[in-house]
């Protein structure tokens, strides 16, 4: 067994323990692979364990990857999903090469990625990031501003909102973890009493998957136990 093998067993293993936990059902949690900065062969051995879902944050590395895997896994349907920050010059090829992005947290760029998507493609599915931990150094919209930003992108024909994504400030205890994922779970529920169709919690990576599943989390995003340490940045 590959060491990509193993680690994925065994975080399958501790998002189920988790579930069960929450008295969630088994199939109530994604796992997306974080694979930005590991090479398409990382992604094929991973594919090849039954993987399918992949995460990636710079947009041209992300692209030669996906080129890579469709070459070399023609026949396997792989789900891209875009996490990093969105600049207003690459929304077009996120909005057209992607099946999902986490990222969103102003209108304008939702608004591009609406009007960049190939129709042909069907809605992109969207996450709001929401800057949970108020850190001035993080991407997100405040949790003040989040109802408005919400609205505003539910009614983009092109998008589909299904959810809210968050990054909190790294805890380790983990009574801490649930507090930040509990209020993102807050806002969810919140936005969902306004009517908003929602059915995603993007939340949770390897230091603190177990606290997110038990705080409600859909997406799990874990990349380092399962792809190991990062690698250099080949190109953004």
């Not at 969207?126 to 003040?144: D, F, H, Y």
């Amino acid at each position: 067994m590959s060491t990509i093998a193993a680690n994925l067993q065994a975080v399958e293993a501790t998002i189920q323990s988790a579930v069960k936990a929450a008295g969630r059902p088994a199939s109530s949690v994604q796992l997306l692979a974080v694979s930005k900065t590991f090479p398409p062969e990382a992604v094929l051995e991973a594919i090849a364990c039954g993987q399918r879902a992949f995460g990636e944050n710079y947009l041209q590395e992300a692209l030669d990857k996906m080129r890579s895997v469709a070459r070399l896994a023609p026949d396997i349907p792989v789900e891209w999903h875009f996490i990093g920050p969105i600049q207003s010059n690459k929304t077009r090829p996120i909005a057209a090469n992607f099946q999902w992005v986490h990222t969103v947290e102003r209108l304008k760029i939702a608004q591009r990625l609406s009007e960049q998507r190939p129709p042909e493609m069907g809605p992109l599915n969207i996450c709001l990031q929401v800057n949970i931990s108020g850190e001035a150094t993080k991407s997100g919209v405040t949790p003040a501003e989040l109802p408005e930003l919400a609205h505003q992108v539910a009614q983009l024909s092109n998008l589909r909102l299904r959810g809210l994504m968050a990054i909190p400030e790294p805890e380790t205890d983990v009574a801490k973890q649930r507090a930040a994922f509990a209020q993102l779970r807050a806002l969810y529920d919140s936005l969902c009493g306004e009517g908003l169709a929602l059915d995603t919690l993007s939340m949770g990576m390897s230091g603190d998957l177990a606290a997110a599943i038990l705080e409600g989390a859909t997406i799990v995003r874990i990349g380092s136990a399962i792809f190991g340490a990062r690698q250099a940045v080949v190109s953004k």
